[in-house]
């Protein structure tokens, strides 16, 4: 009931501010957002639109993680928090409300010099564990298996580790604290393997189909790929937001905003 109560209340606001960012607004002021760096490309994108047309509005993103962002919320030291894992019962509890904004497919990735092409999502949690430690077992080289993962506290470790039902179990080689440097790792290593958000994948790595399904906006949405999860707006239940936060939410979680987020590589909850 709160938290419906709140959002209720940021969209007569919005509609009072005509609609947010997607046209022209009365709204002036900061809008700060905090959190995941695997909604960089996606935030970066819908607060640039924003901006673009509302100059009196200054949107700022910073790439902390989503634990991170989520304690930003909860301390007011941000507007929005940017979280790639959903809130925890406990999170919830303290006054922190939920909104998805996106869905995202979380790749495995490797050197493009890599031979294996597919893994089943049992063979991937075999390996993250320690079970199969050399590519020939999988179909590849014979070398040995280099885990690259995320530090803990990242929601991109959360989403894969939940899925693959590998919580607390990884072995790792490198924690790395960002998207980009898994990227780097994995493409400088042909023997390595980690996991990043599909917005995020670029030319440097492959992308594994599991179980035979490739990691793809189509296959997000129809929830055929195995490893996806939400992208999150964090929100404290009982306050209200500014006026240009306000407006600003309005806009990125409106049909208007479906084209924009699509672009940027993920699949809009709209």
Do not use: H
């Not at 497919?105 to 430690?133: C, F, H, M, R, W």
Request: hydrophobic share 40%; aromatic share 4%; charged share 20%.
């Amino acid at each position: 009931m709160k938290k419906t109560l709140s959002l209720a209340l940021v969209a007569l606001l919005a509609i009072l501010l005509l609609a947010g960012c997607g046209s022209k607004t009365s709204a002036s002021g900061s809008v700060a957002t905090d959190g995941s760096t695997s909604m960089e490309k996606v935030i970066g994108a819908l607060g640039e639109a924003c901006t673009k047309e509302n100059s009196k509005i200054n949107f700022t993103y910073n790439p902390t993680g989503s634990g991170s962002g989520i304690t930003a919320v909860l301390e007011g030291r941000c507007d929005i928090g940017l979280s790639s894992r959903n809130l925890k019962d406990e999170e919830k509890a303290k006054g922190l409300s939920e909104t998805v904004l996106a869905y995202d497919g979380i790749a495995v990735i490797v050197s493009p010099e890599n031979s294996v092409s597919d893994l089943s999502l049992e063979q991937i949690s075999k390996i993250y564990t320690g079970e199969i430690k050399n590519w020939k077992e999988v179909g590849g080289a014979d070398a040995a298996i280099v885990l690259i993962g995320r530090e803990a506290g990242s929601g991109t470790r959360d989403g894969f580790e939940s899925i693959t039902k590998t919580k607390d179990k990884c072995q790792y080689r490198q924690e790395l604290t960002s998207t980009g440097d898994v990227i780097t790792s994995v493409a400088q290593n042909p023997d390595a393997i980690g996991y990043a958000s599909l917005a995020s994948v670029k030319d440097s790595i492959k992308a594994l189909s599991v179980g035979g399904v490739a990691p793809s906006e189509a296959s997000v949405k129809d929830k055929t790929y195995a490893i996806q999860r939400d992208f999150v707006l964090v929100t404290k239940t009982d306050s209200t937001l500014s006026d240009a936060a306000a407006a600003f939410f309005a806009f990125i979680t409106s049909e208007a905003a479906s084209k924009i987020i699509s672009a940027a590589g993920v699949v809009s909850a709209k």
